[in-house]
Structure formats: C-alpha cells, structure tokens
C-alpha cells in the first residue's frame, strides 16, 4: 500500500473538468485506489464518488493505492494535482 497526502491548489478544486482528469488517470491503473478527504472515502475511478467528496480549494486529501502498480498511480495522480491540473501556472 502507497499513500501520500496532497493540498488541492488549483481554483475549481476537485470538481468538474479536474475531477474528470482525475478519474481518467486513475483510471490508467490496475491498483485499487481511494481518495480520502476526513473521514470521508471514495473511489479515485469514479467521477460521483471524487464529486461526492466536494473537495475545495486549500483542502488536503490522502490519495491511496494498493495494487502491482500502486507507486506509480499514487505519484501520477499527486502530479496531476500539483500541476493544478493544468490550469495556468501563474499563480502560486
């Protein structure tokens, strides 16, 4: 098992177009991944599921993976995030 905690840095936080990008990269990965937000789960591979958790910007989760390529999902979707899903990186 593979986790690591992330800020969400970018203005729409995980909603929308950057919770589609995320679930399509998780998607990528054979390992079950979680993403959990306080005592909240959900599934990383589910659009509702990352919707539900109504992540903002300034919030921290905790992305979990447990599979053969557990490393590497948890490293591509922290990435993603700290790239601010490619949203403009003029704000810091």
Known sequence: ???KQVVIANEAGLHARPAVLFVQEAQKFKSKITVHKG?????AKSILGVMS????????????????DEKEAVECLVNLIN???GEGSNDV
């Open 1 to 3: 098992m593979v986790y």
């Open 53 to 68: 958790l109504a992540v903002t910007k300034g919030t921290s989760i905790l992305i979990v993976a447990e599979g053969e």
């Open 83 to 85: 790239n601010k899903f």
């Open 39 to 43: 005592d909240k789960q959900a599934d």
